[in-house]
C-alpha cells in the first residue's frame, strides 16, 4: 500500500510562487508513474504535471511556461514548483502515483490565489 503525503499549499497573490512536495511510502521500489492534479471549486479533477511511466513527461497547456515539475527516484518524491500563480490557479491539489497495477492518491493540499 503507498501512502502518498502532500505539502505546501498556501494562500498566495497573483504573482506570486509556491512549491508543493509529495512524499511516498511503502513501495519496495521506484515508483515510474507520478505527478500532481487538481481539483478548482465547482470542477472536475484535472491533470496538471505528471511524470508518465513510459518517461514522457506531461504538462498541462494553462501551466507550461509557469510550473515545473521534479523527482527524486530514489527517495520516490515529487515536487511542482509554480510560478507566476494566478487566480484560476486556485484548487485542491493532489499527488498522484501508479504503481504495480493501482493508482494511489494524496489527500490533498489546498492552494489559493488571491488578493
Known amino acids: 500500500q503507498v501512502r502518498l503525503v502532500e505539502s505546501g499549499g498556501d494562500l498566495v497573490q497573483p504573482g506570486g510562487s509556491l512549491r508543493l512536495s509529495c512524499e511516498a511510502s511503502?513501495?519496495?521500489?521506484?515508483?515510474?508513474?507520478m505527478g500532481w492534479y487538481r481539483q478548482p471549486p465547482g470542477r472536475q479533477r484535472e491533470v496538471v504535471a505528471m511524470?508518465?511511466?513510459?518517461?514522457?513527461?506531461i504538462l498541462a497547456n494553462s501551466v507550461k511556461d509557469r510550473f515545473t515539475i521534479s523527482r527524486d527516484r530514489a527517495k520516490n518524491t515529487v515536487d511542482l514548483q509554480m510560478n507566476s500563480l494566478k487566480p484560476e490557479d486556485t484548487a485542491v491539489y493532489y499527488c498522484n502515483a501508479y504503481y504495480e497495477g493501482r493508482t494511489f492518491w494524496g489527500q490533498g493540499t489546498q492552494v489559493t490565489v488571491s488578493s
Open positions: 511524470f508518465h511511466g513510459g518517461g514522457a513527461t
Open positions: 511503502g513501495s519496495a521500489s521506484t515508483i515510474a508513474q
